[in-house]
């Protein structure tokens, strides 16, 4: 297996294999927080066809690292593989996510007083639906996809660049549009693959004072609510702001401002700006909540992969002694984290014989990666009434519970997280 250790001489080529340095700073010293064994990456789900063939696993070991206190993985999936052409996720479909990107866009516009025309770029665009928020509010956008996505963003007047972002597609955008007021990365900043040429890339692009916006998964509520299931091969680094503020001044920007919004189960939002600034007080306060809740102590992980044994056995436990009564039990809803869950709980079409989604989703027809359940059109859930549905979006569950309800569902819910519980 090859191994990378992280410094100058990769600063400016792609991350993959196995790592033995941080990912921000650089240090050896990385003790170990849980491993989820070997599995498929999350979005990489097969069709008939293929799942005859599929054999692509990469290890899900997670590591923490003693000296600047980054959370991360040690091994780098290649990102051509994790991100595929065909990668089938779509933002628009997510109500939470267009009310949280409206949001995002009004608050940013009001805060930074962005003149109409200011260049918005959004990195990681999906299928344009942050960037119209900002189009809504006479900002000029630009997105940059590497995925086939890529094509329902253009469709929509979303200027999309189909590809991955680079510093030479920073100067490429920079020489066609002009410098940019605001750069974002919403729930991508984690995927990264190699953060020096990224950054570096992002600073050409801004104009000074611009600001760098990134929203990613908070690794005080993943740690707190045992969210396992954030933890697969997109996410390289489960980010908290001490380790943050080391970053973004090690390539010219100022953490100044930070915050925690309900996104994906529990995000954080944060403001770095090109050039030293003076941080906002919340930034001082934030990263003393996580030092008072133990986020660099090598105890807490300890117990939070004790936490995470424990309702994957809760969980199994309860899915078997279900089905030995002769209970029917389907999935609801595949979004990338539910891969976690169902390969770590090696949950196959036995246990769950359908994963059911709605309708507009790029998933109908494939399979779950690993064990191979069919993933259907959610009109089948109400043809069929099954006594139970295992919702893997348990973060927006009660969003989902009233939506199916409404439309005559009358099956009873399992949660698995943050504990395994029936919902009637």
């Not at 921000?24 to 005859?52: F, R, T, Y």
């Not at 070991?61 to 990668?87: E, M, S, T, W």
């Not at 680079?166 to 549009?177: N, P, R, V």
């Not at 059911?356 to 359940?373: D, I």
Request: charged fraction near 25%.
């Amino acid at each position: 297996m090859k191994h990378l250790k992280i410094g100058r001489k990769n600063n400016e080529r792609q991350l993959i294999g196995k790592i033995n340095n941080c990912q921000i700073c650089g240090s050896a010293k990385l003790a170990a927080v849980i491993n989820l064994d070997h599995q498929p990456p999350c979005d990489l789900l097969p069709n008939a066809q293929e799942i005859q063939e599929e054999r692509i696993h990469y290890p899900i070991n997670v590591a923490r690292c003693v000296q600047c206190g980054l959370v991360q993985l040690d091994y780098i999936a290649p990102p051509n593989i994790v991100f595929h052409k065909k990668y089938p996720y779509r933002t628009g479909i997510t109500k939470m996510l267009v009310d949280n990107f409206r949001q995002l866009a009004e608050k940013t516009v009001k805060n930074f007083k962005l003149e109409p025309k200011s260049l918005v770029v959004d990195i990681g665009s999906n299928d344009g639906t942050a960037l119209k928020q900002f189009k809504n509010l006479s900002m000029r956008v630009v997105g940059v996809e590497p995925t086939d996505v890529a094509k329902l963003a253009q469709k929509d007047g979303i200027p999309t660049i189909n590809d991955f972002f680079s510093e030479k597609i920073a100067a490429q955008i920079a020489k066609k549009y002009g410098p940019a007021s605001l750069v974002i990365a919403t729930n991508t900043f984690a995927h990264i693959n190699n953060l020096s040429p990224f950054l570096r890339g992002v600073h050409k692009l801004l104009k000074p004072g611009g600001v760098f916006i990134s929203e990613s998964q908070y690794l005080l509520d993943t740690i707190q609510k045992a969210q396992y299931d954030t933890m697969y091969h997109e996410h390289l680094r489960f980010y908290s702001l001490k380790p943050m503020r080391v970053l973004f001044k090690k390539f010219g920007f100022t953490l100044t401002d930070a915050e925690r919004i309900s996104s994906s189960g529990g995000s954080i939002r944060v403001f770095a700006i090109k050039g030293r600034y003076r941080p906002l007080p919340n930034v001082a306060k934030l990263i003393k909540a996580e030092e008072r809740f133990g986020l660099y102590k090598q105890a807490t992980y300890e117990a939070f992969r004790r936490r995470v044994e424990l309702l994957r056995l809760k969980l199994v436990r309860l899915l078997c002694d279900l089905k030995l009564k002769g209970k029917i039990i389907v999935g609801v809803g595949s979004p990338g984290r539910s891969s976690p869950i169902i390969n770590y709980c090696h949950l196959d079409p036995l246990m769950i014989p359908y994963i059911a989604e709605q309708a507009t989703s790029l998933k109908l027809g494939l399979y779950t990666p690993g064990t191979h359940v069919p993933i259907i059109d959610e009109k089948q859930l109400f043809v069929d009434q099954p006594e139970y549905a295992l919702l893997f979006s348990w973060h927006i569950a009660d969003d989902i519970i009233k939506k199916l309800r409404s439309k005559g569902l009358k099956s009873k819910f399992i949660l698995p997280l943050p504990e395994v519980k029936i919902v009637k």
